[in-house]
């Protein structure tokens, strides 16, 4: 059967099959990375064998290209995590150290509700 490239999806189906995830993935990872990520240091860790299968299923899946990149990924996201809740340690410690306010309950979320508003305006 002779395939129409004029249709989008079949230039779409093609570039899909053409480029697979993992290739897509590990190109996007390598151009993000920061230089000192690319002098890489070995680590061997020790799982007990429900994670180690686990660990090894993830890369099969095409979306990490092997455990290495799985387990960078995940340092990745507890980093940005911890650097998220850091942040919102800083706003809990701000907001007790200003002290007790004065408004109600009802006007706090009046405003709330008005800069919410605002924002879905524009």
């Known amino acids: 059967m002779r395939q129409d490239w004029r249709r989008p999806e079949t230039a779409i189906?093609?570039?899909?099959?053409?480029?697979?995830?993992?290739?897509?993935?590990?190109?996007?990872?390598?151009?993000?990375?920061?230089?000192?990520?690319?002098?890489?240091a070995t680590m061997n860790?020790?799982?007990?064998?429900?994670?180690?299968?686990?660990?090894e299923a993830q890369s099969r899946t095409g979306r990490y290209s092997n455990a290495s990149d799985y387990v960078r990924d995940?340092?990745?996201?507890?980093?940005?995590?911890?650097?998220?809740?850091a942040a919102m340690q800083h706003f809990v410690d701000e907001g007790l150290r200003s002290g007790v306010g004065h408004r109600s309950?009802?006007?706090?979320?009046?405003?709330?509700?008005?800069?919410?508003?605002?924002?879905?305006?524009?």
Request: proline share 4%; hydrophobic share 40%.
């Open 13 to 40: 189906s093609a570039c899909a099959n053409f480029f697979s995830r993992s290739v897509l993935t590990n190109f996007a990872k390598f151009c993000t990375l920061p230089s000192k990520e690319m002098n890489m």
């Open 45 to 55: 860790i020790s799982l007990p064998a429900p994670m180690k299968e686990w660990v």
């Open 74 to 85: 995940l340092i990745r996201k507890d980093q940005e995590r911890g650097e998220k809740i």
């Open 105 to 122: 309950q009802e006007a706090l979320f009046a405003e709330a509700e008005a800069r919410s508003m605002k924002r879905k305006i524009g």
